[in-house]
């Protein structure tokens, strides 16, 4: 189904205490580390004035203790990262385990922050949630180095007996996306702060321009098309998930020229896709999360969201670790028939989409998860 349960709305909550964890904080939050040196052999003191401290602390009686390395962009993004951390926050919740997050100011950063976690002993982390594409170079080679730790990745394929890899069939919640987008287009259509023109016209923002985000906007265009052929899909990169400004700057153009509704798949920048659609009184789709809810400030021009799992993946991992069941060197795909991608709609205008939008994409959900409807996964396929 298109629709879920209202109780699985709840993805955001997060606590105030969720700080930010740059590179150089990581030997004062983590402890622990052998000799308490960094990878180029300089000493730290592990105070708190090297960076915040984030995450959880379950003392003795913790269950398991769990290593957060963030994808770039950090927490706050409302989206992917956040996703991640409402994952980790309910494994806290449900099965008393402790984490620690890590956020990498850059894609450099990463293989240091994984072997930080990986090198520590006070605690010894069960395991290290690698959150991500820009994970699997250094996970590839940190894997091998410490064959005895458990690791996961979400959004890559890591081929070492100690990961789990999650990935997501992107371009499948993303086709039900487009395909609502296309038919609202052609519509005579007004809710909320939005409304459409009298130009059959739709956008696209990414954030860095790569395989992954290119499935987005794959399955995007061709939901546009499933619609109808002739819609016109402009389509965009920010060159960063961290850039409201450049999202603003690119959603106004696309608003210049037509378009009527935008879907995002660039963290952080994406909300400067909101800001304008509500200033030009046009509409926008959200990512990962339910964005609607998680920046209530745009619900009135937040048709729905492309929700992604990753909250989900990060649980299941985790899960399995503290019930002696993870398996490294499995992959677990999560598409629409697992419900690890799906159209939310926005909880502002959920009410005003039309039943003959909302049945005619339960149509295509169905077709999707039946293999009726193939759904690319590169743009130059549409």
Same mark, same amino acid.
């Given at each position: 189904?298109?629709?879920?349960?209202?109780?699985?709305?709840?993805?955001?909550?997060?606590?105030?205490?969720?700080?930010?964890?740059?590179?150089?904080?990581?030997?004062?939050?983590?402890?622990?580390?052998?000799?308490?040196?960094?990878?180029?052999?300089?000493?730290?003191?592990?105070?708190?004035?090297?960076? !915040? #401290?984030?995450?959880?602390?379950? %003392?003795?009686?913790?269950?398991? $203790?769990?290593?957060? *390395?963030?994808?770039? =962009? &950090?927490?706050?993004?409302?989206?992917?990262?956040?996703?991640?951390?409402?994952?980790?926050?309910?494994?806290?919740?449900?099965?008393?385990?402790?984490?620690?997050?890590?956020?990498?100011?850059?894609?450099?950063?990463?293989?240091?922050?994984?072997?930080?976690?990986?090198?520590?002993?006070?605690?010894?982390?069960?395991?290290?949630?690698?959150?991500?594409?820009?994970?699997?170079?250094?996970?590839?080679?940190?894997?091998?180095?410490?064959?005895?730790?458990?690791?996961?990745?979400?959004?890559?394929?890591?081929?070492?007996?100690?990961?789990?890899?999650?990935?997501?069939?992107?371009?499948?919640?993303?086709?039900?996306?487009?395909?609502?987008?296309?038919?609202? !287009? #052609?519509?005579?259509?007004?809710? %909320?702060?939005?409304?459409?023109? $009298?130009?059959?016209? *739709?956008?696209?923002? =990414? &954030?860095?321009?790569?395989?992954?985000?290119?499935?987005?906007?794959?399955?995007?265009?061709?939901?546009?098309?499933?619609?109808?052929?002739?819609?016109?899909?402009?389509?965009?990169?920010?060159?960063?998930?961290?850039?409201?400004?450049?999202?603003?700057?690119?959603?106004?153009?696309?608003?210049?020229?037509?378009?009527?509704?935008?879907?995002?798949?660039?963290?952080?920048?994406?909300?400067?896709?909101?800001?304008?659609?509500?200033?030009?009184?046009?509409?926008?789709?959200?990512?990962?999360?339910?964005?609607?809810?998680?920046?209530?400030?745009?619900?009135?021009?937040?048709?729905?969201?492309?929700?992604?799992?990753?909250?989900?993946?990060?649980?299941?991992?985790? #899960?399995?670790?503290?019930?002696?069941?993870?398996?490294?060197?499995?992959?677990?795909?999560?598409?629409?028939?697992?419900? &690890?991608?799906?159209?939310?709609?926005?909880?502002?205008?959920?009410?005003?989409?039309?039943?003959?939008?909302?049945?005619?994409?339960?149509?295509?959900?169905?077709?999707?998860?039946?293999?009726?409807?193939?759904?690319?996964?590169?743009?130059?396929?549409?």
């Amino acid at each position: 189904m298109v629709k879920i349960d209202p109780r699985r709305r709840r993805f955001l909550e997060l606590t105030g205490g969720a700080g930010a964890v740059g590179v150089t904080g990581l030997a004062g939050c983590l402890g622990g580390q052998d000799d308490g040196s960094d990878d180029e052999g300089n000493q730290s003191d592990g105070s708190d004035d090297e960076g !915040t #401290e984030s995450g959880s602390d379950g %003392g003795d009686d913790s269950a398991g $203790d769990i290593g957060m *390395v963030y994808a770039t =962009g &950090g927490l706050g993004d409302n989206s992917f990262n956040d996703m991640a951390h409402t994952g980790v926050q309910g494994a806290e919740d449900e099965f008393g385990i402790s984490f620690r997050n890590a956020e990498p100011e850059s894609q450099s950063d990463v293989a240091n922050l994984q072997r930080r976690f990986a090198r520590s002993s006070d605690p010894d982390y069960d395991l290290i949630c690698c959150i991500g594409y820009v994970q699997a170079d250094a996970l590839a080679e940190n894997a091998q180095e410490f064959s005895d730790q458990n690791f996961t990745v979400v959004d890559e394929v890591v081929e070492e007996s100690n990961v789990e890899s999650y990935t997501f069939r992107e371009h499948e919640g993303s086709f039900q996306v487009g395909h609502m987008a296309g038919l609202l !287009t #052609e519509m005579d259509f007004s809710a %909320g702060a939005g409304e459409t023109t $009298d130009d059959a016209v *739709v956008g696209f923002v =990414g &954030g860095e321009e790569s395989p992954l985000i290119e499935k987005f906007e794959a399955g995007y265009t061709a939901g546009v098309k499933h619609a109808n052929e002739d819609i016109e899909v402009r389509s965009a990169y920010a060159g960063s998930f961290n850039d409201s400004a450049q999202g603003q700057e690119i959603a106004l153009s696309m608003f210049d020229e037509g378009a009527d509704v935008i879907f995002h798949a660039a963290g952080g920048t994406g909300n400067g896709v909101f800001k304008v659609a509500q200033e030009e009184g046009r509409f926008a789709v959200g990512v990962d999360a339910d964005q609607s809810e998680s920046l209530p400030e745009y619900d009135d021009v937040i048709l729905a969201s492309m929700v992604k799992r990753v909250d989900e993946a990060v649980y299941r991992s985790v #899960e399995n670790v503290v019930n002696g069941e993870f398996e490294g060197g499995q992959l677990n795909e999560l598409g629409l028939e697992q419900d &690890g991608v799906e159209v939310v709609y926005g909880q502002g205008l959920e009410d005003d989409i039309p039943e003959e939008v909302t049945s005619t994409l339960e149509d295509s959900h169905d077709a999707i998860v039946d293999g009726d409807i193939e759904v690319p996964t590169d743009p130059d396929e549409v």
